[in-house]
C-alpha cells in the first residue's frame, strides 16, 4: 500500500507555455500533500504544502503566481507551472501524506520538465 | 535554522565493503530522523527512522542510531551489495517546523562487483 503515482513522468515544453503535473495518493486519503524540486545531484528543496481544500503555504523565495498549486480531493493534487522559461528546467516531486506524522510521508517517482 | 548535513559523495566502494554515510543535523526540539533511498530512476523510499534518542532504525541491513549528544545519524551497513547503489539522503522533520522534512544534500553511492 502507500502508492503515490505523478503524471506525466517527463515533458518537454516551449518557453511561454504552461505545464501541468499531478500527484496522486492511489490507496489512501492525503489531506496534505507536499511538492518539492530537486536540481541534479542536489537535494529536494520544498516548494509548498498543499492541504485539500485550502491554499498552499508556498516555502520562502517560491513564486505562488508562477507555481499554482491546486489540492482539489483527498487523492490529487496538482502544480502547474505557468509561463515555463528554461530555468524551470528540473525534477518535480511530490509526496503524500497519509497520517500527519512526518515518517508516514511517501513520494512519487517525480516528473522531469525540459523547458526549450 | 533546521539544517542536515551529510558528507559528499560520490562514494564508491567494492561489494561486500563495509558503507558509512555520515549526516549530522541542527533542529528546534527533538526531531524524528530518517534516511531515505533514491534508486536509479525512482522516486525516494524510506530507508529507515528513529523518532527519539538511542533509538536504532534499521532496515535492509542498514542501520542508524539517533545520537543526541553528537546530533547524528549516520548510516552504516556491514556488507554492501551492487544492489545498493543509491543516493541516500538523511532527512529530519520536528513538530516545530510543521512536520516538514529538510534534507540533506545526498549522498551517492556506488558498488562496484
Known amino acids: 500500500g502507500a502508492v503515490v503515482s505523478q503524471h506525466p513522468s517527463w515533458v518537454i515544453c516551449k518557453s511561454g507555455t504552461s505545464v501541468k503535473i499531478e500527484c496522486r495518493s492511489l490507496?489512501?486519503?492525503?489531506?496534505?500533500m507536499f511538492w518539492y524540486r530537486q536540481f541534479p545531484k542536489q537535494s529536494l528543496m520544498l516548494m509548498a504544502t498543499?492541504?485539500?481544500?485550502?491554499?498552499?503555504?508556498?516555502e520562502q523565495g517560491v513564486e505562488k503566481d508562477k507555481f499554482l498549486i491546486n489540492h482539489a480531493s483527498l487523492t490529487l493534487s496538482t502544480l502547474t507551472v505557468t509561463s515555463a522559461h528554461p530555468e524551470d528546467s528540473s525534477f518535480y516531486i511530490c509526496s503524500a501524506d497519509r497520517s500527519g506524522k512526518a515518517n508516514e510521508q511517501f513520494f512519487g517517482p517525480g516528473t522531469r520538465l525540459t523547458v526549450l | 535554522g533546521d539544517s542536515v548535513t551529510q558528507m559528499e559523495g560520490p562514494v564508491t566502494l567494492s561489494e561486500e565493503a563495509f558503507l558509512t554515510i555520515n549526516c549530522t543535523y541542527t533542529a528546534t526540539g527533538y526531531p524524528s530522523l530518517f534516511w531515505y533511498v533514491q534508486y536509479p530512476g525512482e522516486g525516494l523510499q524510506l530507508l529507515l527512522k528513529a523518532t527519539k534518542a538511542d533509538d536504532k532504525g534499521s532496515n535492509k541491513g542498514f542501520e542508524a542510531t539517533y545520537r543526541k549528544e553528537t546530533t547524528s545519524f549516520h548510516l552504516e551497513k556491514g556488507s554492501v551489495q551492487v544492489s545498493d547503489s543509491a543516493v541516500y539522503f538523511c532527512?529530519?522533520?520536528?513538530?516545530?517546523?510543521?512536520?516538514?522534512?529538510?534534507f540533506g544534500g545526498g549522498t551517492r553511492v556506488l558498488v562496484k562487483p
Open positions: 498543499s492541504n485539500e481544500g485550502s491554499k498552499a503555504t508556498y
Open positions: 532527512a529530519h522533520a520536528s513538530k516545530a517546523a510543521g512536520n516538514k522534512l529538510t
Open positions: 490507496d489512501f486519503q492525503a489531506t496534505t
